[in-house]
């Protein structure tokens, strides 16, 4: 059954984060980013967030790449082309170079909306077989190891399954090691976002004291070779996340060993068809896998937790709760964390309603395209 999309909406929306995130290179607290909505001839209506920041520090796209990517040129393929499914999306989308974030936040809309043709849910959509689904947490760096300490203790008494630290050099050994000492038995991760380089191997090695549960990409955002050369040096899994933006990346990475682990972001590889690959490559390759986060308001997290219901996501996600983010979000109910696990929806599509109020409320600006 083909699906017979009438208008594209892009809404552009601003929401501020309950706190500052802060990495290694830069703090995040005005989120700009836009909804998607894709509306069928049946009025029903498929949504899409778009992941990318409004600087180019984590990847190339910015929000304002992304809505030109989206307005001149991947709206006008989905308008000139005859597609039937979601699955051909990405493959249309092949004749754009890179702009994943643009890519995976058009295609969202068009997965939610064939789910929702489907009357069946957006997790079954796409193969997810699991009920509920592990949930870590990630925190920025903090401005004291005090306040990093009582926010360690807020998110493990709820019930998180993992910590995730951000690192950086001059804030990483030390702190790993005061962390380590109050939480002797605590999964706890670290996240470098590429901000070392192999003449760092020494300090690296030190990290294998902590028992950590992985390292992200410590090294430079598109590198896989040096990454290989370290993972032979150490024994922290390294985990990779930046550096893979496709399918054949990941294959790659397995095949040089410069990884042990993946972290998948639907906006960073193009959307859920190519997130889905990658999936099924990391099990038969036997490659950690878990579900990454962009800070996303609902409609992203929920596309997350679809995502996260593959069988293969055996690690706990960054998707945590709509509260840890928002003061209120853009959907109904708000995403719920219930002693570390995310209860997946069984609803039509994402499964989450939208809260128009708050969408309106949120909002910047809006543009339409008909078909
Ligand atoms: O809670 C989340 O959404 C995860 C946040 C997070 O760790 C990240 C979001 C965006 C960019 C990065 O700094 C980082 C990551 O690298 O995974
Ligand atoms: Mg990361």
């Known amino acids: 059954m083909s699906i017979n999309v009438k208008t594209i909406h892009l809404h552009k929306l601003k929401m501020r984060l309950n706190h500052p995130f802060t990495t290694s290179f830069g703090t995040v607290q005005d989120k700009e980013f836009f909804i998607i909505e894709a509306v069928d001839d049946k009025a ?13 520090w984590y990847t190339e796209e910015t929000v304002m790449t992304t809505e030109h990517i989206m307005e001149d040129f991947l709206i006008p393929i989905l308008q000139q082309n005859s597609w039937n499914h979601p699955k051909e999306i990405h493959q249309l989308f092949s004749s754009i170079k890179q702009n994943n974030m643009a890519k995976a936040a058009i ?3 068009i997965w939610d909306l064939y789910a929702k043709r489907e009357n069946i849910s957006l997790s079954q959509a796409i193969g997810g077989t699991k009920s509920e689904i592990d949930v870590g947490i990630s925190l920025g760096i903090q401005p004291t190891t005090e306040e990093l300490l009582k926010k360690i203790n807020h998110y493990v008494q709820a019930g998180y399954k993992r910590v995730k630290l951000k690192i950086k050099p001059g804030q990483d050994i030390d702190l790993i090691r005061e962390v380590r000492s109050h939480y002797p038995n605590l999964p706890i991760m670290a996240d470098a976002n ?6 760092d191997i ?8 902590f028992d950590l549960m992985m390292i992200e990409q410590p090294l430079g955002s598109d590198d896989i070779v040096d990454h ?9 899994p390294i985990c990779l996340d930046e550096s893979i933006t496709s399918y054949d990346d990941a294959r790659w990475a397995i095949e040089l060993g410069s990884c042990k682990v993946i972290n998948i972001k639907t906006g960073r590889v193009g959307g859920l068809t190519e997130a889905k690959r990658i999936h099924d490559l990391c099990v038969e390759n036997n490659v950690d896998i878990w579900c990454g986060g962009m800070l ?6 929920a596309h997350n937790i679809a995502l996260s219901s593959l069988a293969g996501f055996n690690l706990p996600g960054d998707t945590a709760g709509s509260s840890h983010y928002w003061k209120e979000d853009i959907i109904k109910p708000e995403v719920i964390v219930d002693n570390g696990v995310i209860h997946v929806p069984d609803g039509p599509g994402i499964g989450y ?12 600006a809006s543009k339409e395209f008909h078909f």
Do not use: C, W
């Open 44 to 56: 029903n209506h498929g949504y899409g967030e778009s992941v990318a920041f409004s600087t180019p």
């Open 107 to 109: 295609e969202g809309a």
């Open 194 to 199: 590429s901000a070392y380089t192999l003449k």
């Open 202 to 209: 020494d300090l690296l090695k030190q990290l294998d004291a």
């Open 228 to 236: 290989a050369k370290l993972q032979k040096a150490i024994n922290t």
């Open 296 to 301: 996303e308001a609902g409609v992203g997290r």
């Open 353 to 364: 309603d939208i809260n128009h109020e708050k969408l309106e409320q949120f909002m910047m």
